[in-house]
């Protein structure tokens, strides 16, 4: 799907009666193919559309840079254009910053956030600590996960990449939060060394139909190594928050 210069992939798996409609959007410098396990088992039960962002998963980079609202204003436009919505709006590390500000911007397309490893904690917001961070999570990561992460950082290629950074570190995620209409879910791994515990749950705390949750012994992309755990508690949460 094309917006403009801008050109997005979606991977639907629709279900006649299903539950729900899930949006699952990827991180910096990666793609669909780390919310695949999710997707495949929400997609029991749930109509799920996991998206490669424009730049990323090998689609081609746009002409002018894109921050985190200008992106947000274009999921809200693909939502629009597939005619889908209100989703549950997942996103994992960056992806949580698009789903926020889309939810933020277009509470009408969004019934639920489920935030997965939010960024950028307040305690190493810096590039250097953000790629400390980074550095450590990949040695407790298994190399499925590893692998698929180097080979898209790779497709992504450093200048788009750091372009994208720069806007993750900037973007105020604490304070967009508050502003939510929304229930929000904030869930990280308990080894994850990128979103701390202490920041996960105060992002939780800073809106009134916040949660907090961690899935334990699992690292920043738990998605991919718990996507059954993980699953279990977005279900438990969409059932204790109703539209």
Same mark, same amino acid.
């Given at each position: 799907m ?10 639907? @798996? ?8 899930? +949006? ?9 193919? #780390?919310? @695949?396990?999710?997707?495949?088992? #929400?997609?029991?039960?749930? !109509? /799920?559309?996991?998206?490669? +962002?424009?730049?990323?998963?090998? #689609? ?9 609202? &200008? ?10 254009r ?6 549950? *709006?997942?996103?994992?590390?960056m ?10 911007q277009?509470?009408d397309? /969004? ?16 590039? +250097?600590?953000?790629?400390? *961070?980074?550095?450590?999570? !990949?040695?407790?990561?298994?190399p499925? &996960? ?5 080979? %898209? ?8 990449? &750091? ?5 993750? =570190? ?13 229930? =929000? =879910? ?7 060394p ?40 977005? %279900?438990?949460?969409l %059932?204790? %928050?109703?539209?």
């Open positions: 094309d917006l403009d210069d801008r050109r997005f992939r979606v991977f639907s @798996s629709e279900r006649v009666s299903a539950g729900r409609e899930f +949006l699952l959007v990827h991180g910096v410098g990666i793609s669909h193919r #780390l919310f @695949s396990r999710l997707h495949g088992v #929400l997609s029991a039960e749930h !109509s /799920v559309h996991t998206l490669d +962002l424009p730049g990323f998963g090998g #689609l081609p980079k746009p002409s002018t840079d894109r921050d985190v609202e &200008a992106m947000a204003a274009d999921l809200g436009r693909v939502l629009d597939l005619q889908i919505g209100p989703v549950v *709006a997942v996103g994992d590390s992806g949580t910053q698009w789903v926020v500000e889309l939810a933020t277009r509470p397309l /969004v019934s639920h956030v489920i935030a997965i490893g939010p960024v950028a904690d307040s305690r190493h917001r810096s590039l +250097l600590e953000q790629a400390t *961070a980074l550095g450590l999570d !990949s040695l407790r990561e298994p499925s &996960a590893n692998a698929r992460v180097f080979v %898209e950082y790779a497709r992504c290629g450093p200048r788009w990449y &750091a372009q994208q950074v720069r806007h993750m =570190l900037d973007y105020p995620i604490e304070k967009r939060v508050a502003e939510l209409s929304v229930p =929000l =879910l904030v869930l990280r791994g308990g080894r994850d990128i979103a701390g515990p202490e920041w996960s749950r105060d992002i939780a705390r800073r809106t009134a139909r916040g949660r907090f949750v961690e899935v334990a012994g699992h690292p920043h992309l738990v998605q991919h190594t718990a996507p059954e755990p993980v699953a279990r508690e977005i %279900e438990a949460f %059932e204790a %928050e109703p539209m």
